[in-house]
């Protein structure tokens, strides 16, 4: 099977200044410099078919709640209309209150976002759709029998049903499990726990999910990703700070092992390069020719394959990264 890439230029769009974590306002890590860095290394990609944005939406609403899309569509113009400079970023929290028809733009964030590293930027909402488009094309490859790789930006996987987070608007893996028609697999191979992702195919018959992150009890999104989720079509792995390939290859062989048992049709990855010895938000300690090893792995499931882009903030080395695991399909 051949691997096609695909890539939206609206994506740069999303281009946020600041996030806020630490006890203080830090530059946005999302960059549009991760995009060059993988671009340069990938080769060859593919413009994706533009939809309608009712087109999209109907695909969208298939994964989130219609009220959180449309926070998400109108945010940054509401922000500015009260007379507010740079990004849109919540400061009050009421995702776990009983749900009210709130009008000022605060509350309605408070929401729909459990953190203050989800900033909206002018150009968020286009480059999600353009994000979307993106998705898109690469499943109709993997639906065609082939693998695909859709360079998504900004990343998916702490994205909920009804909520942001973590550099996360829309979840790009569980949308493409859910408009996949198949029985499917999400391996999530991301320093962080794909939290959103859980939180919306949990139950869901024909998708099966297991991500392997650190340990929460020590990184984020500290919340979720406990072993003692693990139930039903759901499989936690965390591992400690300071994992090496070794322990992150067998990790990865027993989740592989479980999903194949679920006799998926096809498998979607979210990958993140975060996993890398020198990323500088997270604690593992992967290198490079160890991805080509673990694509390997992965690959040997034998499936029709769709790789999203997640998490990797080491930008000099993503682009190395991100096709040293792309070699394997």
């Not at 909402?125 to 065609?144: F, I, K, N, P």
């Amino acid at each position: 099977m051949s691997l096609r890439c695909f890539w939206d230029e609206r994506q740069r769009a999303h281009d946020p200044c600041s996030e806020f974590f630490n006890g203080a306002l830090h530059p946005a890590a999302d960059v549009p410099e991760r995009v060059d860095s993988v671009l340069a290394a990938v080769g060859p990609v593919e413009a994706p078919t533009a939809h309608t944005e009712a087109e999209l939406l109907g695909l969208l609403g298939q994964v989130h709640a219609p009220a959180y899309l449309d926070l998400l569509s109108t945010a940054h113009d509401e922000w500015r209309a009260l007379g507010r400079e740079g990004d849109v970023l919540p400061y009050a929290f009421g995702r776990h209150r009983p749900a009210r028809a709130l009008d000022r733009i605060d509350a309605r964030l408070g929401q729909h976002c459990y953190d203050t590293c989800a900033p909206i930027a002018a150009g968020t909402w286009g480059a999600l759709l353009a994000g979307a488009d993106t998705l898109l094309g690469a499943l109709e490859a993997v639906r065609s029998g082939g693998h695909a790789f859709a360079l998504t930006r900004p990343p998916g996987h702490h994205a909920g049903p009804d909520y942001m987070g973590g550099y996360s608007y829309l979840n790009w893996a569980a949308v493409a499990a859910v408009h996949a028609g198949q029985r499917t697999a999400i391996l999530d191979l991301d320093y962080h726990h794909g939290n959103g992702t859980q939180d919306i195919v949990a139950g869901r018959e024909g998708i099966a999910f297991a991500s392997l992150h650190a340990d929460p009890a020590t990184d984020y999104p500290f919340f979720w990703g406990h072993a003692e989720e693990s139930r039903g079509n759901v499989r936690n792995r965390p591992l400690p700070r300071g994992t090496g390939f070794a322990n992150y290859d067998a990790a990865t062989a027993r989740a592989l092992e479980w999903l194949g048992e679920t006799g998926p049709e096809v498998l979607i990855i979210s990958f993140g390069a975060d996993t890398f010895v020198d990323d500088p938000i997270s604690h593992f300690a992967l290198e490079t020719a160890d991805y080509a090893r673990l694509g390997v792995r992965v690959a040997g499931l034998g499936l029709p394959t769709l790789i999203v882009l997640e998490g990797g903030y080491a930008v000099d080395a993503l682009g190395r990264n991100v096709a040293s695991f792309l070699s394997a399909f």
